[in-house]
């Protein structure tokens, strides 16, 4: 799957500048109407080290009303939390009602870099898709929105983007040696990676596989795609918002399926 991605698609800087402003202004909107009509979202990013999330998520949180997101960075489970059921931390962790929850990564580690590293055994690993899937279907049944994005860029733009950062005194500290690690097994991650979409790509917890060489076409194809899922989310409940000029941004931002089924009716 993702060695079919194509990683050359690029926006220009006057595209990039002309929508999303009008993008922000939607997903800030819709914010507000999942706050005022109890629709939780949460909201997990993925991905090779050095894809940007962390950038992304800055760039999106940033026109979003502070009270209603929390923002959680996963690292390893510490001390007490291993003496726990794995899913308890991410438990813990999940919004109340109207509220997001953003993921800098997120329980798919159990199957990511605890894999390929060793962290855990072959039994508890592969035992994990099934328990994410069974974590994700009852947050859905009880009536909340995931949305999962994995940032894929390749090996040689990774490295690329290592050497960049360590050049840099005020970046080379995110470059660790463990960084380099990861990426000489890139081969195995990216097994791991497509056996984690074969698992647990589901109807109520799809992945967006977003192309991360470009900055600019990252965050669009991004904004627009939280921005899609949370309209489907509250039209599903019935709920019927005012479409504004932000809506052109959104369908000619390249997304697949990004014109929504209610800005035809009422076109």
């Known amino acids: 799957m993702l060695e079919k991605v194509d990683l050359g698609k690029r926006l220009t800087k006057d595209e990039y500048k002309s929508r999303i402003p009008l993008l922000r202004q939607r997903l800030y909107d819709l914010q507000k109407a999942c706050w005022d009509h109890q629709l939780t979202s949460v909201i997990v990013f993925e991905g090779w080290d050095a ?3 962390g950038s992304v998520i800055n760039a999106l949180t940033r026109r979003l009303d502070p009270r209603g997101f929390t923002l959680h960075a996963i690292q390893a489970a510490r001390t007490y939390e291993t003496s726990m059921p794995w899913l308890w931390r991410f438990w813990l962790r999940i919004p109340g009602e109207g509220e997001m929850a953003i993921f800098d990564r997120s329980w798919y580690g159990r199957v990511g870099v605890e894999r390929v590293q060793h962290l855990t055994a072959k039994k508890a690993w592969r035992k994990a898709y099934r328990d994410i899937r069974e974590f994700e279907r009852m947050l859905t049944d009880d009536g909340q929105l995931i949305i999962k994005f994995f940032l894929h860029i390749s090996k040689e733009e990774q490295e690329k983007r290592f050497r960049r950062m360590e050049k840099d005194p005020l970046q080379s500290f995110h470059v660790q040696p463990e960084d380099w690690e990861h990426h000489r097994k890139y081969g195995e991650y990216l097994q791991a990676y497509e056996e984690m979409f074969e698992r647990t790509d589901s109807e109520w917890g799809p992945w967006t596989i977003i192309e991360a060489t470009d900055r600019r076409w990252t965050r669009m194809r991004i904004f627009s795609k939280v921005v899609e899922r949370l309209q489907e989310g509250l039209e599903v409940r019935g ?8 809506e052109s941004a959104l369908e000619s931002s ?3 399926g990004t014109k929504s089924k209610r800005s ?3 076109s």
């Open 51 to 53: 894809a940007g999330k």
């Open 264 to 266: 035809k009716d009422l």
């Open 239 to 246: 709920l019927e918002l005012p479409l504004g000029k932000e």
């Open 254 to 256: 390249g997304g697949k």
